[in-house]
């Protein structure tokens, strides 16, 4: 047994944990519960609230009870000091983090011990973002007789829902900007990976976090999560998830006509050109997809390749995929862990039934992997698509899974209009040598964000989100601090 697995027993005994709401650790009023499954064996790890809109009402009062008192008084300063503290808190526990986060939703432990720096950056950030918040003195028509200025306030309440795919990263990308800012937040959590975003809210708590700023509801999101978006109590959405559901709490929003931000699916191009530097790129375009087990919004999962160097490197990213370590996340060994449940296994099966049907050629995976370690659980081996053209529907829809869809080029102004050619654009990688390509890719490319030569990046500090229907509004740097904000004007008749 290594030492990740003699941990595990003691994190999650199958036992209850309760959300909590003003500070209070608590059942549903309903009282039931929702079982949360290591998606890699099927073993029991806890039991959960199933949280409805009576718990979501109990938590937008907390909410705003907190944001009307005590969280109120709390100065920039002191809010700054609040998120350092806890990103100390997580330092100190990033190992267990990562290690919920492995149980409960899969994804392989060097992977989420690699993210610390990332997480802890964020918060680090928000802490100082805390601090840099202000308003303009304004000239206006009236010199010496009215001033005007304006001063940035909190815009309140914040209903915060979130995906399974990534929940550290996914809840303090959402939380950590409503702290800089003086918001409370009332977060859903993903049904299908609940448990580390409560240990997320304790070690916030245990740093002092005021009660009912930070409040979690567990739950469904046909249930707790459709309350939530069409709470009259609540001032903005925060979303991250399907671009279908992104459309349903648009439209639920509209009721008080509260402000909504959304980060949405993609199906993002990846353009390796002839003059790419192959080594390099070959890795880096196989995990854009296959990291998470392709469970990633970014997933670079439309592979442009020139035709000239197209059958070379589709074959060097096939057999760099066959070479994937699967296995149980918990293994360090591990790199491609498991599909989060049976029912998204499923709809991968039937991408890959459809690519085959649609006459794509499988140059490796394709299935689902052979052998007891893979019998409880859900999981995909990696795999290439070549022959695939752009009509195909591996070429068109979000798969959320380890599929890649290799598809050749001929030239530049071809691409961009076939890369252009989808109803997304959260995304996109270009692999190129020469400054000039890579430079008039990277503008003509709709996209929220183009990387060079690389993929995945994203930091606390760069602006992360999409255009056309991958969403609306950004996640990190500047702009992301000032959509929890609001600006008041303030006229003065001296
Ligand atoms: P999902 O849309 O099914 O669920 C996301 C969240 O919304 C969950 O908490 C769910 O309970 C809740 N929800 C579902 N129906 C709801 C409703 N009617 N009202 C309110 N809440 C509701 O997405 P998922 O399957 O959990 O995640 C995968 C999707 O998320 C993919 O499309 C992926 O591209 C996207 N994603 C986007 C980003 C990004 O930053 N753009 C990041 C990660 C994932």
Not at 107 to 128: E, K
Not at 137 to 156: A, D, K, L, M, W
Request: with cysteine.
């Amino acid at each position: 047994m290594t030492d990740w697995q003699a941990r595990v027993a003691k994190l999650y005994d199958g036992g209850f944990r309760p959300m909590v709401i003003g500070g209070k650790w608590c059942a549903a009023q309903s009282g039931e519960v929702m079982e949360a499954r290591n998606p890699a064996d099927g073993g029991l790890l806890a039991t959960v609230p199933k949280g409805g809109a009576e718990d979501i009402d109990a938590a937008v009062a907390a909410a705003r009870a907190a944001f009307e008192g005590p969280w109120a008084k709390f100065t920039p300063f002191e809010r700054q000091a609040l998120l350092l503290r806890i990103a100390e808190r997580f330092e100190a526990e990033w190992e267990t983090l990562c290690l919920s986060d492995t149980l409960d939703m899969g994804m392989p432990i060097q992977r989420t011990l690699a993210n610390s720096r990332r997480v802890l950056g964020m918060l680090r950030y928000y802490a100082g973002q805390a601090v840099a918040i202000h308003g303009e003195t304004i000239p206006n028509s009236f010199p010496g007789e009215i001033y005007s200025s304006t001063v940035r306030e909190p815009v309140g309440v914040v209903g915060a829902i979130i995906p399974w795919n990534a929940p550290i990263a996914g809840s303090i990308w959402k939380i950590g900007p409503a702290l800089a800012t003086g918001c409370t937040v009332v977060l859903k959590p993903s049904e299908e990976a609940s448990l580390t975003v409560l240990l997320i809210a304790k070690l916030m708590q245990e740093a002092g976090l005021p009660d009912g700023v930070l409040n979690i509801v567990t739950g469904h999101g046909s249930d707790a999560g459709a309350a939530l978006a069409a709470h009259p109590g609540v001032d903005k959405i925060v979303f991250t998830g399907s671009t279908a559901t992104g459309q349903a709490i648009a439209r639920a929003a509209t009721g008080n006509l509260k402000r909504v931000a959304l980060e949405l699916g993609g199906k993002s191009p990846v353009i390796v050109c002839r003059d790419a530097d192959i080594d390099k790129a070959v890795p880096v375009a196989a995990m854009s997809v296959f990291a998470n087990s392709g469970q990633i919004c970014i997933a670079g999962s439309r592979l442009f390749v020139a035709r000239e160097i197209h059958d070379e490197f589709v074959r060097r990213v096939a057999e760099y995929a066959a070479g994937l370590r699967l296995g149980h996340g918990i293994h360090e060994e591990t790199e491609i862990g498991p599909i989060i449940s049976a029912r998204q296994a499923e709809r991968i099966g039937g991408y890959l039934e459809a690519g085959r049907r649609e006459g794509a050629e499988v140059m490796t995976g394709g299935a689902a992997p052979e052998g007891a370690a893979f019998e409880n659980g859900h999981f995909y081996k990696p795999t290439v698509f070549a022959g695939v053209t752009d009509e195909m529907t591996i070429a068109r829809e979000e798969i959320f899974g380890p599929v890649i869809s290799a598809l050749p080029f001929d030239t530049l102004d071809e691409v961009v209009e076939r890369a252009n050619a989808t109803p997304y654009g959260l995304a996109a990688g270009v692999f190129s040598t020469h400054l000039g390509t890579a430079h008039q890719l990277a503008h003509r490319i709709k996209a929220g964000s183009v990387w060079v030569n690389m993929y995945h990046a994203i930091d606390p500090a760069v602006p992360f989100g999409g255009v056309k229907m991958s969403g609306y509004g950004r996640e990190g740097g500047r702009e992301h601090v000032e959509e929890y904000l609001d600006t008041k004007a303030i006229w003065i008749n001296a």
